[in-house]
């Protein structure tokens, strides 16, 4: 077994709603800050895991996602899987 590093992004779909991005976007203007276009809010895990492969990790990850971490109607969500370091790994 080998441990492996996934950072997995989710994110709102475009097109759909996302009222935090819409508050900061607002927030943002208020403060001066006239050119900010657009702003969505999403959410960066980190998780270490073991697995036979980065193969492995990947499909671990993106069953997490589908069964937990990502609304599947709502967000999308991609998952970058990099051996991880001893030091990284909590004990």
């Known amino acids: 077994m080998s441990r492996f590093r996934l950072e997995i992004r989710v994110t709102p779909r475009p097109g759909l709603l996302d009222p935090e991005g819409k508050a900061i976007q607002h927030a943002l203007h208020s403060l001066d800050y006239e ?3 657009d702003v969505r809010v999403g959410k960066l895990l ?3 895991v073991e697995a036979a492969s980065s193969e492995e990790a990947r499909e671990g990850a993106e069953a997490m ?4 971490l990502a609304n599947p109607v709502t967000e999308d969500f991609e998952i970058d ?3 991880a370091a001893e030091e990284s790994m909590p004990a």
């Not at 996602?65 to 937990?68: D, I, K």
């Open 35 to 37: 050119q900010v276009r």
């Open 46 to 48: 980190y998780v270490n």
């Open 65 to 68: 996602c589908r069964r937990l």
């Open 81 to 83: 899987v990099r051996e």
